[in-house]
């Protein structure tokens, strides 16, 4: 059917939970109301990115871009622009009429390459035939009647792709260790168990692209030799998994999954398991014996997976965006893709850009785009005017990264040199109210939550750092802390069994070195200068106070007392240390001590 016209709705996570379903249904019932369904195709699709403006409608062909949209205003989207002719433009993203070549100007986006979030934002992830339309299945196709498994393996080595979900290992020689493996029987896994605090990109992949997943994984198998694919996937992101399960049943019923595949005499089929939650499960080793139906726990290696994996069986292993890669290095060729980026980390990187930026969402950007970029470029720079203090690359796995690094271009190499890592993409950024003590707590505490306990450096060490950091954030600390938290973390390091616990230190070991004079004004002067540590920050009101009652009115624990038009009180031992009469006092009236 030709349509006049195309509206995009966003149906990721992020703003499907501010109501964009409304949104779309109520965008169809007011094409059928206005006579116009026959014209207009109206598709939900997968993530956009800039999630601070979700809900996002995008109508073709004038390339309209609307954002924060609410679903009352699809009446106006369909009366005024579809009807009428004429953009709505108090929701455009500059409340100006736009073209199609400035919407690639918004400064979102200007910087953005998309290659693994090509399709998001542009197709309906539940229809294969979109996919099919936007070149789905090609590389496939390609990999089964123009390729050898050979050549496979030596144009996914030759575009220099490397992991994407940490440790940054060449996929090449994992595919040639996979091929080269002996036994008829070997298994392809995507590893989309994403536990990091603050990332969204792999769950944001599939939920927008799923069949990109399910076509990489199925000419991973046939350049390996495997046959049975699982897609290990935590059961706490059922968009993901409902998206994923109708590909894979669309996949079947064109006949690109199954049974001799496109008519060739290669069969492939993809599992889904769900995971419970497990950070630990992110480790290759733990993910392969959850999908045994054991505990999620590291086993040590060699033999690595690619030798001797699932059930004993030779198996390749990749995250979700390694694998949203494949077909187009297929299609687009080894060359295309190694131009991009830098000398020892090709193509692009996909980041969950979060915290005390302006405009947080999904970032993908050549490999050697520099933090300044992404963070003040694309992000917008810091929310509310403040100073930009660090950006937390790499989740609980990760370092902290000070502004004299701001221009550094980001690829494995730098960042590791930085003391921090690629991880699988999270990066929160952090203005000058954050307090690294905090920050560090915070991430130990989740790495002791998450800690599986097999080995006795990651189980006690976790927990003996972390009550350290407790131990300084409550004004108990000591200098010789700082010497502790150190040994241990280069403890962790060297003895852990695993990547958790061989990188839960890195948050401490980088704060300590980069802030060390903001951890001994927790120890020495007994004072968080940011106020997050509660126990070492009191409220006084002083003399400027008039007596308004903002401040009481606000406080949970009702310990503010005082007559009206009088200076006011408040009582410090029920004091919660809130900040909220901090906050709602206009008149400067209360100091943070």
Known sequence: MNYTHYILVCGGSACESSHSVRIYENLVEEVKKAGVDDQVRIIKTGCFGFCEKGPIVKVLPEDAFYVEVKPEDAADIINEHIIKGIQVNRLLYAKEKKSAEDVDE???????????????????????????????????????????????????????????????????????????????????????????????????????????????????????????????IRAEYPLAISRLEKAITQAKEYGLLGEHILGSDFSFDIEIRLGAGAFVCGEETALLRSIEGKRGMPTPKPPFPAQA??????????????????????????????????????????????????????????????????????????????????????????????????????????????????????????????????????????????????????????????????????????????????????????????????????????????????????????KCLTGKCKDLVSFYITEKCIGCGACARKCPANCIAGERRNRHSIDQVKCLKCGECFRSCRFDAIEKK
């Open 309 to 526: 994996g699932l059930w004993g069986k030779p198996t390749i292993i990749n995250n979700v965006e390694t694998f949203a890669n494949i077909p187009i290095i297929l299609m687009k060729g080894a060359g295309w893709f190694k131009s991009i980026g830098t000398a020892d980390s090709a193509g692009t990187k996909v980041f969950a850009l979060t915290g005390k930026v302006e405009n947080s969402g999904l970032v993908e950007v050549p490999m050697g785009t520099t933090l300044r970029e992404i963070i003040f470029d694309i992000g917008g720079g810091i929310k509310n005017g403040k100073k930009f203090k660090a950006v937390q690359t790499g989740g609980p796995s990760g370092g902290i990264i000070t502004p004299e690094a701001l221009d550094t271009p980001i690829d494995f190499k730098n960042l590791q040199a930085l003391g921090s890592m690629m991880g699988s993409g999270g990066m929160i950024v952090m203005d000058e109210d954050d307090c690294v003590v905090n920050v560090a707590k915070f991430y130990m505490e989740f790495c002791v939550d998450e800690s599986c306990g097999k080995c006795a450096p990651c189980r006690i060490g976790t927990r003996q750092i972390y009550a350290l950091l407790d131990k300084i954030s409550k004004g108990k600390g000591e200098m010789s802390d700082l010497n502790k938290l150190e040994e241990i973390g280069f403890a962790m390091k060297k003895a852990s069994l695993c990547a958790l616990g061989q990188s839960a230190p890195n948050p401490t070991l980088s704060t300590v070195k980069k802030f060390r004079d903001e951890y001994i004004a927790h120890i020495v002067n007994k």
């Open 106 to 232: 918004i400064p979102f986006y200007k910087k953005q390459l998309r290659i693994t979030l090509r399709n998001c934002g542009l197709i309906d992830p539940e229809n294969i035939e979109d996919y099919i339309a936007h070149d789905g299945y090609f590389a496939l196709e390609k990999a089964l009647f123009e390729m050898t498994r050979e050549e496979i393996v030596a144009e996914i080595t030759a575009s220099g792709l490397r992991g994407r979900g940490g440790a940054g290992f060449p996929t090449g020689l994992k595919w040639d260790a996979g091929f080269k493996a002996k036994g008829n029987v070997k298994y392809v896994v995507c590893n989309a168990d994403e536990g990091d605090p603050g990332a969204y990109m792999d769950r944001s992949t599939i939920e927008g692209d799923p069949h990109s997943i399910i076509e990489a994984m199925a000419i991973c198998g046939r350049t390996i030799g495997a046959n049975k694919g699982f897609v290990y």
